[in-house]
């Protein structure tokens, strides 16, 4: 019986996170597939040329393809098609721009991959002002190693997209999501997987016969918080990803779940129902110390750190429905952000913290929204029915998050103006819970 109280709880609070259906066996180095469904109106022509290959035999990975392909997830850049190229410059002085004014593309981008060693590549590439005939950006990757390669290019496209937009690009990212697949025998795995940003290199954390929920990262993106049901009962483990080692969190009696890391990386905000109903808790993770933070006699819970660390964004039922509120980490009494709308919930905050991403029930429609926290003003994102799990990239452009498509939980991404949108998914079976990683380290 406990346990399936614990479930409720999680159905009802935690972003419908146990959906319904059957899905079909899914691999667990299945590649997310990226599908734009929209792009930003009048967006720009690029030229990515592929780049030179000088080490014999056939190229390891197709950098510039990868660039191209970051380039136009998103949706602010259209790359001109490797067949439509007037030529195929490696180096500066190859570049004839008269050729490149033709295309009317504003930029190009050219590169070269050698190997000077067995197992060690170079990369150099440039970015040019194809009207001005001038240089914007360059870089010279030495002594790679071919399972580097893929990253080097996220690397590039990350340049390259803050030097044309003066934001910071968030291609050399990772996601965290949810993988569900029959077995042989109709047995429902749950696998934890880990992939770069473009859904590619995946890897799994952790494979089980029971729900795994809630993956969150650790400031530093070493790290993974998440919820796991084995043994029936729900329990918090955090898991390094280079290491492999996992230690149990929280195993208190009741309801463990929604794991939220401090901005600093030494607390844990969850949700526990050891002392009753669900409240809000910070847990020290050096002393085990464990301080509650609210006291209702309604479910709280999903808790959000602000990016400054002083406060908590979380849900509640205390008005008579899922509302989302905010309270100081000390204490105190929770302000109401959210007054639009019978049900708000899974609040994320903005890595400026100025905007949070939530659940808004629009109608008989769940989508993902997002409220201005100086306006109060709200603004609907998505399209769909029943959209959950919003996860803000770590640039704030995109907003990571779970939908259904054909009666199948998939992942979507939508720009924050609602511009551009993203379709990813598994050929088979289902996706959800996606958390988008902090920056990479170099």
């Given at each position: 019986m406990r346990t399936r109280k614990c479930l409720r709880v999680f159905g009802i609070w935690l972003g419908l996170a146990l959906l319904t259906g059957a899905p079909a066996a899914v691999s667990e180095e299945e590649v997310l597939t990226i599908r734009i469904t929209r792009s930003i109106e009048g967006a720009e022509p690029i030229a990515v040329v592929p780049f030179r290959w000088q080490g014999g035999e056939q190229a390891p990975e197709r950098v510039a393809q990868i660039v191209a392909d970051d380039l136009a997830r998103t949706g602010r850049y259209v790359p001109i098609p490797f067949a439509d190229l007037p030529g195929r410059p490696a180096r500066a002085d190859e570049v004839d721009f008269s050729d490149w004014r033709i295309l009317g593309a504003a930029n190009l981008v050219i590169g070269h991959v050698?190997?000077?060693?067995?197992?060690?590549?170079?990369?150099?590439?440039?970015?040019?002002?194809?009207?001005r005939g001038g240089q914007i950006a360059g870089y010279e990757f030495p002594a790679v190693t071919r399972g580097e390669l893929r990253r080097v290019a996220h690397r590039i496209s990350d340049i390259i997209y803050e030097a044309l937009t003066g934001e910071r690009g968030a291609f050399d990212t990772r996601i965290a999501y949810v993988t569900e697949r029959r077995s042989g025998e109709g047995q429902r795995h749950y696998a934890l997987q880990v992939a770069d940003s473009d859904g590619h290199n995946p890897f799994t954390i952790l494979d089980s016969t029971q729900p795994v929920l809630s993956p969150a990262w650790s400031p530093d993106g070493q790290r993974l918080a998440y919820v796991s049901y084995e043994g029936q009962e729900p329990r918090i483990f955090i898991q390094n990803l280079s290491t492999g080692e996992r230690s149990l969190i929280s195993d208190f009696p009741g309801l463990n779940g929604a794991p939220a890391w401090s901005p600093d990386g030494e607390r844990l905000a969850l949700t526990l129902s050891k002392d009753g109903n669900p409240e809000l808790y910070i847990l020290d993770l050096a002393s085990r110390r464990l301080r509650r933070v609210t006291q209702n006699s309604s479910i709280d819970t999903e808790p959000a750190w602000s990016p400054d660390g002083s406060s908590l964004a979380f849900t509640s039922d205390?008005?008579?429905?899922?509302?989302?509120?905010?309270?100081?980490?000390?204490?105190?009494?929770?302000?109401?952000?959210?007054?639009?709308?019978?049900?708000?919930?899974?609040?994320?905050?903005?890595?400026?913290?100025?905007?949070?991403?939530?659940?808004?029930?629009?109608g008989h429609e769940f989508r993902i929204a997002v409220v201005d926290l100086e306006s109060g003003e709200i603004r609907v994102l998505t399209e769909t029915e029943l959209d959950e799990s919003p996860s803000f990239a770590p640039n704030g452009s995109m907003i990571l998050y779970a939908t259904i498509e054909n009666g199948i939980s998939t992942l979507a991404a939508v720009?924050?103006?609602?511009?551009?949108?993203?379709?990813?998914?598994?050929?088979?079976?289902?996706?959800?819970?996606?958390?988008?990683?902090?920056?990479?380290?170099?």
């Amino acid at each position: 019986m406990r346990t399936r109280k614990c479930l409720r709880v999680f159905g009802i609070w935690l972003g419908l996170a146990l959906l319904t259906g059957a899905p079909a066996a899914v691999s667990e180095e299945e590649v997310l597939t990226i599908r734009i469904t929209r792009s930003i109106e009048g967006a720009e022509p690029i030229a990515v040329v592929p780049f030179r290959w000088q080490g014999g035999e056939q190229a390891p990975e197709r950098v510039a393809q990868i660039v191209a392909d970051d380039l136009a997830r998103t949706g602010r850049y259209v790359p001109i098609p490797f067949a439509d190229l007037p030529g195929r410059p490696a180096r500066a002085d190859e570049v004839d721009f008269s050729d490149w004014r033709i295309l009317g593309a504003a930029n190009l981008v050219i590169g070269h991959v050698e190997r000077p060693q067995p197992d060690l590549y170079q990369i150099t590439f440039r970015l040019f002002d194809v009207f001005r005939g001038g240089q914007i950006a360059g870089y010279e990757f030495p002594a790679v190693t071919r399972g580097e390669l893929r990253r080097v290019a996220h690397r590039i496209s990350d340049i390259i997209y803050e030097a044309l937009t003066g934001e910071r690009g968030a291609f050399d990212t990772r996601i965290a999501y949810v993988t569900e697949r029959r077995s042989g025998e109709g047995q429902r795995h749950y696998a934890l997987q880990v992939a770069d940003s473009d859904g590619h290199n995946p890897f799994t954390i952790l494979d089980s016969t029971q729900p795994v929920l809630s993956p969150a990262w650790s400031p530093d993106g070493q790290r993974l918080a998440y919820v796991s049901y084995e043994g029936q009962e729900p329990r918090i483990f955090i898991q390094n990803l280079s290491t492999g080692e996992r230690s149990l969190i929280s195993d208190f009696p009741g309801l463990n779940g929604a794991p939220a890391w401090s901005p600093d990386g030494e607390r844990l905000a969850l949700t526990l129902s050891k002392d009753g109903n669900p409240e809000l808790y910070i847990l020290d993770l050096a002393s085990r110390r464990l301080r509650r933070v609210t006291q209702n006699s309604s479910i709280d819970t999903e808790p959000a750190w602000s990016p400054d660390g002083s406060s908590l964004a979380f849900t509640s039922d205390r008005s008579g429905r899922p509302q989302i509120y905010t309270v100081d980490v000390v204490g105190g009494k929770p302000v109401r952000l959210t007054f639009e709308g019978r049900y708000n919930a899974r609040p994320r905050y903005s890595p400026e913290g100025n905007e949070l991403a939530f659940v808004h029930q629009v109608g008989h429609e769940f989508r993902i929204a997002v409220v201005d926290l100086e306006s109060g003003e709200i603004r609907v994102l998505t399209e769909t029915e029943l959209d959950e799990s919003p996860s803000f990239a770590p640039n704030g452009s995109m907003i990571l998050y779970a939908t259904i498509e054909n009666g199948i939980s998939t992942l979507a991404a939508v720009s924050t103006d609602g511009r551009m949108r993203q379709q990813l998914g598994v050929q088979q079976g289902a996706v959800r819970e996606p958390a988008w990683s902090p920056f990479r380290r170099p």
